[in-house]
């Protein structure tokens, strides 16, 4: 699915585009509007779109302007001028800055119309070949791929180098890395869908993911990539020396991994869940942030789908931890970690089969054996999470504690599926909780803030998640949009205090944050169907 951002200064002329246009047949599913070069400077800053059509002659900053400003930063985004006047000058502006379109006033919609299609085709076309088989399978065929992917994976579990055999590694792999570099890690999760395919055909789009994040990241960041043991794809990333002041690209990392999600999606028909972790120094603090995005993946999502969300949007840090060389048994705690239940059931059931075929001289350790290692694992994600164990599985940890606690496979059978469905039921309840914590915050900043700025990017900001997940989540579990929930606590408050009487509607409108007191009335009355005055006069009645 494709976005695209208008942008003119006349309101009417947007909302007509905007109704009159077939956009779901055309496969956009996000219509944007802008009225200002500068608002559609912060929309661009803020979320992925595809293309952008805009007026030339506008106040303040011009089409012409908007245009070189949106291809300095973001080349890709297709740009089509839309203007009344057929001039030979701005013509040649709008080929000097590699317009891709450009469309005199008035225009029939048959003609935008074709004009959205050329340009969808394109885009299409574009990461056809970022993503093609035969750009991925020669990827597969370097050797260099290998080697950088297995170095990162030595720095993210944690294994320890000179930093004079680092740099030497990281020179010879041609890696732009140094020690001292801040770095950022992204965690890529493929979903279910990709799973379906052939192990061929799953590693290309694995290959296709990273090319596309190479493509999209590209202008302003470097990225090394590897695929760790839980089939996730890490990224570590740091920021290329730019003149731009910070100041301009605050979320620029979360634009472009929203991009990177929304790419997959229309790309590659499948979906992606994105961790962004904070920031830290390479190379000591890459096993840290590693740790710290397993922890947040795991605890705190699961099996949810396509969230994009930073770590720093979570203050709670494990008050347990655990110590890693009491496990011997590294498969059954990765696939806890990874909360892969289903596997784990297969993996248990084979060797309770193959318990119940062991002669009775060996039986009892073999008991004792697969209890201390269910429990060890279970202590050590318990301990990952935060918790003792003790407090999860209650009644069942006294099992532990006794010489001989178990006759027989069945009865260690049914211990284990009932702690494993315990740990099961309490890491779910934390991921569900997840959510909950980010509505309830969100609902809380409106509600202090009604008078304020409460738009989706800062309500955003506050949770510290990006504004096009928050607005995801937040639909998802109270069914409302949030800026419906906006609208509908700025009007009860509104209905409240014109009940009240004592104030001015244009005072009451300033103190819900309308600074255009007609653009009130308006809104108002779209909700309640009488205007402010009329509303308070009926109840004076």
């Not at 885009?123 to 056809?128: F, H, K, L, Q, Y």
């Not at 009865?411 to 991921?431: F, I, P, T």
């Given at each position: 699915m494709f976005r695209i951002l208008i942008v003119d200064d006349h309101e009417h002329l947007v909302a007509s585009l905007v109704k009159s246009i077939p956009w779901d047949e055309l496969e956009f599913d996000q219509v944007h509007q802008a009225y200002s070069g500068a608002e559609a400077l912060d929309f661009l800053n803020t979320y992925p779109i595809d293309i952008v059509i805009t007026d030339i002659r506008m106040p303040g900053m011009s089409g012409i302007e908007l245009l070189q400003r949106?291809?300095?930063k973001w080349k890709r985004i297709k740009c089509v001028l839309f203007s009344g006047y057929a001039d030979f000058e701005y013509a040649q502006q709008a080929i000097q800055y590699h317009t891709d379109d450009y469309i005199l006033k008035p225009a029939d919609d048959e003609e935008i119309v074709a004009c959205l299609r050329r340009l969808t085709e394109a885009?299409?076309?574009?990461?056809?070949e970022i993503s093609s088989n035969q750009r991925t399978l020669y990827t597969l065929r370097e050797n260099f791929p290998k080697l950088r992917d297995g170095l990162l994976n030595e720095l993210l579990q944690g294994r320890s180098f000179s930093e004079q055999a680092l740099s030497q590694q990281l020179g010879a792999f041609e890696i732009p890395f140094a020690a001292g570099d801040e770095v950022t890690l992204m965690l890529v999760r493929m979903d279910d869908s990709f799973y379906s395919y052939n192990d061929r055909d799953f590693h290309l789009r694995e290959y296709a993911i990273v090319n596309m994040a190479e493509e999209i990241f590209r202008d302003e960041f470097v990225l090394w990539t590897c695929k760790d043991p839980h089939d996730y794809l890490l990224f570590l990333i740091k920021r290329k020396r730019s003149e731009t002041s910070a100041t301009d690209r605050p979320h620029r990392l979360e634009r472009e991994a929203s991009e990177l999600q929304n790419s997959v999606q229309t790309f590659l028909h499948g979906k992606v869940s994105i961790l962004l972790s904070a920031k830290g120094t390479f190379?000591?603090?890459?096993?840290?942030?590693?740790?710290?995005?397993?922890?947040?993946?795991?605890?705190?999502?699961?099996?949810?789908?396509?969230?994009?969300?930073?770590?720093?949007?979570?203050?709670?840090?494990?008050?347990?931890?655990?110590?890693?060389?009491?496990?011997?048994?590294?498969?059954?705690?990765?696939?806890?970690e990874a909360g892969r239940w289903e596997a784990i059931d297969v993996k248990l059931r084979t060797v309770f089969e193959e318990m119940t075929k062991l002669d009775r001289q060996t039986h009892q350790e073999h008991l004792m054996e697969v209890c201390m290692t269910v429990s060890g694992a279970l202590i050590y994600i318990s301990h990952k999470n935060g918790k003792p164990l003790e407090s999860v599985i209650g009644e069942d940890w006294v099992f532990l504690f006794q010489p001989n606690p178990f006759r027989n496979v069945d009865?260690?059978?049914?211990?284990?599926?009932?702690?494993?469905?315990?740990?099961?039921?309490?890491?779910?309840?934390?991921?569900n909780e997840t959510v909950a914590y980010l509505v309830r915050r969100a609902q809380q900043y409106v509600e202090d803030h009604l008078s304020g700025d409460t738009s989706l990017q800062t309500v955003a900001d506050h949770v510290r998640v990006h504004p096009v997940y928050l607005s995801r989540v937040y639909k998802s579990e109270t069914g409302e949009g949030?800026?419906?929930?906006?609208?509908?606590?700025?009007?009860?408050?509104?209905?409240?205090?014109?009940?009240?009487?004592?104030?001015?509607?244009?005072?009451?409108?300033?103190?819900?944050?309308?600074?255009?007191?007609?653009?009130?009335?308006?809104?108002?009355?779209?909700?309640s169907g009488l205007t402010p005055r009329e509303f308070r006069d009926q109840a004076g009645r």
């Open positions: 949106i291809r300095q885009i299409r076309m574009e990461w056809e190379p000591d603090a890459v096993p840290q942030l590693y740790q710290s995005s397993l922890r947040v993946v795991r605890q705190r999502f699961g099996k949810q789908d396509e969230f994009l969300i930073s770590t720093d949007s979570f203050d709670d840090n494990p008050q347990v931890d655990a110590s890693a060389g009491l496990y011997d048994s590294p498969t059954l705690i990765q696939l806890l009865q260690l059978q049914q211990w284990v599926w009932r702690v494993l469905g315990k740990m099961q039921a309490d890491m779910q309840s934390e991921q949030l800026s419906g929930y906006i609208l509908r606590l700025k009007m009860e408050k509104a209905e409240k205090m014109l009940l009240d009487g004592s104030q001015k509607i244009h005072e009451i409108a300033e103190q819900l944050g309308y600074a255009n007191p007609p653009y009130f009335i308006k809104v108002f009355k779209k909700h």
